[in-house]
């Protein structure tokens, strides 16, 4: 008893130590200390007196009558840590800011709608917008002046410009404001376009399109490539149903150099969120959760459509990453790995984890240094801005083995022998932060993401998976009254728009490659929820936002697909496939619409509005209702799914159903496929290869 009563004092000191010297340990802290976004919690001992957005600034603003000055990132964003070391820890700045401002800091992944508005705001101002986001508006929220990333020294100067201003001639900085918020107004009007959706090209649309596409090196033609897998679905669904080859051709272009170039970690897998050059070759090197789903889901079709098996190396390789760096135990996932990692001399630095200094890959390869090099472009590949080496994959194995006449198995023995080198080497290395915030909107497309790939390799262990996911999103992600979070660490903030459209999206897919009605209820159940809470009957399309939520006095609709596909774009899709399931003409109705609202400006900006022209594929062509019911259901839609069917719904059941779709076609002793066109089907078969004719 003495021993225990010693130990347990002893603890207790220690204990009691620690704490006391916690509490000694930051000279600052403000009100960002007790919130559960890691990137917030990067600024809790700022100087500044950053307060997290919450529907009670505007009000202070006014009673303090000062200006708000948001400022906008997320964890894994380097430019934002360079920017607060440099400038937001300093005192000079944090009294200026305090002094003068009501400071918010905001997580954008938390709170898309302020990021959505104000980087819309930046853009009309400045031209351009990024991360970190600044903006400084009046206390209604009004925007005023804007821009990214500072130096303390313009920093400041640009402040104290703006309070000058604003003291001198309030007025003024009102009027800018009120011009600037009706400009952003004018952006969210939808004029539609009530031609036939038949008599519209979609050869004119791709031509239209062309203009843009990089045909040498893929992508769009921009200085900075993104991988925009939304687009390549549609262009990919376009090109392969129309054998388009030159456009099949730039597919593969840009599918090939985004899984083998520096966009891709060659040694644990997983995408970066883009390249800093035009050749794909340096990455911004944070990994996202919403990139690696959608690239995922892309290969897998590309795969199936083109049978290159890079293709499905990438999806294995990026799944594994997903598993490996980003899952939870309980199955969800987490947000991203920071683009910053600490150095040999302790340091953060950019992709200090991933890239090389050519002494240490002589080290490491040894005597097979100039065949490595060789094979992943040391010599020709422009290094980083640190002088170091990024691993670029500049031939094939098949090209590799047969230059330096060897086996295949022969040099990919060398190779993998090399990655596991480096990876030994890396994994001594401190790794990135993880950002762990759960977002629904993020975790429904790695859902998708797994139903995707299960469709197009039949992967049994990934059925498992999107099952298990699905399970866990719907116990821990959606309320008892139906509502959806968006963050399950920040259950106060309301789910948005991209959460409830991207969950129903997954959860159709679910029930795509199960026949659990379940899913399909749920998803049926969160469609009427927000078309009760989202839709604006004058616009025909989903705010962003609960129609009764407080706040910013500005109503975003979130149309243009760009890194992920847009809110309403998805919405349109979701509904139009649940008329198909529960007969529901209002749904019918509502997609439609939606799309004729959007139209002339898809017609005119065909690379902002990719999501929506496959919505338009799916009403300007025959889309089949593919119906299978009988005991082998489940394995006969398997079969189907391996084929390349995009203009298509899988419904079945393995026994007898009263769906619209099922209702009255049980047989216990058959198995029979119906393909149907609005409900109307031809002859039923019991081949999956007859059935499959039929649609093409």
């Not at 240490?360 to 065949?371: H, Y």
Request: charged share 25%; with cysteine.
């Amino acid at each position: 008893m003495r021993i225990f009563q010693t130990t347990f004092l002893i603890i207790l000191f220690l204990l009691i130590s620690c704490s006391e010297n916690s509490k000694e340990t930051h000279k600052y802290t403000n009100a960002l200390r007790n919130e559960s976004s890691p990137y917030l919690l990067q600024h809790a001992h700022n100087p500044v007196h950053w307060q997290p957005w919450n529907e009670n600034i505007l009000a202070k603003a006014k009673k303090e009558n000062k200006l708000i000055l948001f400022s906008i990132g997320y964890a894994s964003c380097h430019w934002c840590h360079v920017m607060e070391k440099e400038t937001f820890e300093d005192a000079e700045v944090a009294k200026f800011m305090n002094t003068h401002f009501i400071n918010v800091k905001v997580d954008r992944e938390e709170h898309p709608d302020i990021d959505k508005t104000y980087i819309k705001a930046v853009q009309l101002m400045t031209g351009n917008a990024g991360w970190p986001l600044n903006c400084i508006t009046l206390s209604n929220g009004e925007p005023v002046w804007g821009g990214t990333y500072f130096t303390k020294e313009n920093w400041m100067n640009s402040l104290k410009q703006i309070v000058k201003i604003h003291q001198e001639n309030p007025e003024k900085t009102a009027e800018f404001a009120k011009a600037q918020t009706q400009r952003m107004k004018s952006l969210q009007t939808f004029a539609g376009n009530n031609e036939n959706i038949s008599n519209i090209s979609t050869d004119s649309i791709i031509h239209t399109w062309k203009k843009e596409l990089d045909f040498d090196a893929g992508g769009l033609q921009e200085a900075e490539k993104f991988p925009r897998p939304n687009k390549y679905n549609f262009l990919l669904r376009y090109a392969t149903t129309n054998n388009n080859t030159a456009l099949l051709q730039h597919i593969n272009t840009t599918l090939k150099n985004i899984a083998n170039r520096g966009l891709f970690d060659h040694l644990e897998g997983g995408f970066a969120r883009y390249t800093t050059d035009k050749l794909w070759n340096i990455p911004h090197f944070e990994k996202m959760l919403y990139d690696n789903a959608q690239l995922i889901s892309l290969f897998s079709y590309a795969y199936q459509t083109q049978q290159h098996e890079t293709y499905k190396n990438t999806v294995y390789q990026t799944l594994n990453f997903v598993n490996k760096e980003l899952t939870r135990d309980d199955g969800l996932w987490y947000a991203s790995l920071n683009a910053d990692s600490f150095n040999a001399k302790n340091k953060l630095e950019e992709g200090a984890y991933y890239t090389w200094k050519t002494t240490e890959l002589q080290e490491l390869i040894k005597e097979d240094f100039a065949l490595f090099s060789e094979y992943y472009g040391i010599n020709q590949i422009p290094k980083t801005e640190d002088g170091k080496h990024v691993l670029v994959k500049t031939m094939t194995d098949t090209a590799f083995a047969r230059k330096h006449t060897k086996t295949l198995a022969v040099a990919q023995q060398k190779i993998a022998h090399w990655k596991t080198t480096l990876l030994q080497e890396r994994k001594r290395r401190k790794a990135p932060e993880t950002d762990t915030k759960i977002l629904t909107a993020w975790n429904a497309l790695m859902l998708k993401a797994y139903t995707d790939a299960y469709k197009v390799f039949g992967d049994e262990t990934l059925k498992t998976k999107a099952i298990n996911a699905a399970k866990t999103i719907k116990e821990k992600l959606i309320t008892a009254e139906g509502k959806v979070l968006r963050s399950l660490e920040n259950k106060e903030i309301k789910g948005y728009l991209e959460d409830y459209a991207f969950l129903i999206d997954a959860f159709l897919g679910v029930y795509q490659i199960t026949f659990d009605t379940q899913w399909l209820n749920d998803a049926n159940s969160l469609t009427q929820y927000t078309i009760t809470h989202f839709y604006d009957a004058e616009k025909e399309l989903f705010a962003f936002t609960e129609v009764t939520s407080g706040g910013l006095n500005f109503k975003e609709f979130d149309v243009e697909d760009g890194v992920m596909p847009s809110a309403n774009s998805v919405m349109s899709h979701n509904l139009f496939k649940l008329s198909h399931y529960v007969g529901n003409e209002d749904f019918l109705s509502k997609s439609k619409n939606m799309l004729q609202r959007i139209l002339p400006d898809a017609i005119e900006y065909p690379y902002l509005h990719a999501n929506w022209l496959e919505h338009y594929l799916n009403l300007s062509e025959p889309y089949y209702e593919v119906v299978i019911n009988g005991k082998n259901a489940i394995a006969k839609a398997k079969e189907i799914h391996q084929n390349y069917l995009p203009n298509s719904i899988l419904c079945g059941s393995t026994t007898e159903s009263t769906l619209p779709l099922l209702k009255n076609r049980y047989y216990e002793d058959k198995t029979y496929i119906y393909v149907c066109v609005n409900s109307a089907c031809k002859l039923p078969t019991e081949s999956v290869e007859k059935a499959i004719s039929l649609m093409k």
